[in-house]
């Protein structure tokens, strides 16, 4: 019932910035959070952030706290994740999914940082 589909990714040097937007359809408020999420080649897939669709608390990876910001625009279904200060870990394929996550993953985005 739900589609996520994200967009944003790209190739950028160190210290650069992206961002990241996925746009919902569907039941999205059958959820109360989305989250952000990112596998890189060889890990297991871990949690970037969420945000709440009431009220927009939002909470961060150790990793990307202070450097990625998690927003969403209720009346266009749309989260964005705006990265900034970006490093070479940072790469990986980002999804957005709910919060806690549905086993129903999209095709991401592909963010490269390179060196």
């Known amino acids: 019932q739900v589609q996520l589909v994200e967009s944003g990714g790209g190739l950028v040097q160190a210290g650069g910035s992206l961002r990241l937007s996925c746009a919902a359809s569907?039941?999205?408020?059958?959820?109360?959070?989305m989250g952000w999420f990112r596998q890189a080649p060889g890990k297991e897939r871990e949690f970037v952030a969420r945000?709440?669709?009431?009220?927009?608390?939002?909470n961060y990876a150790d990793s990307v706290k202070g450097r990625f910001t998690i927003s969403r625009d209720n009346a266009k279904n749309m989260v964005y994740l705006q990265m900034n200060s970006l490093k070479p870990e940072d790469t990986a394929v980002y999804y957005c999914?709910?919060?806690?996550?549905?086993?129903?993953w999209g095709q991401g985005t592909q963010v490269t940082v390179s060196s």
């Open positions: 999914n709910f919060y806690p996550p549905l086993n129903d």
């Open positions: 945000i709440n669709w009431i009220g927009g608390s939002t």
């Open positions: 569907g039941r999205t408020l059958s959820r109360n959070a």
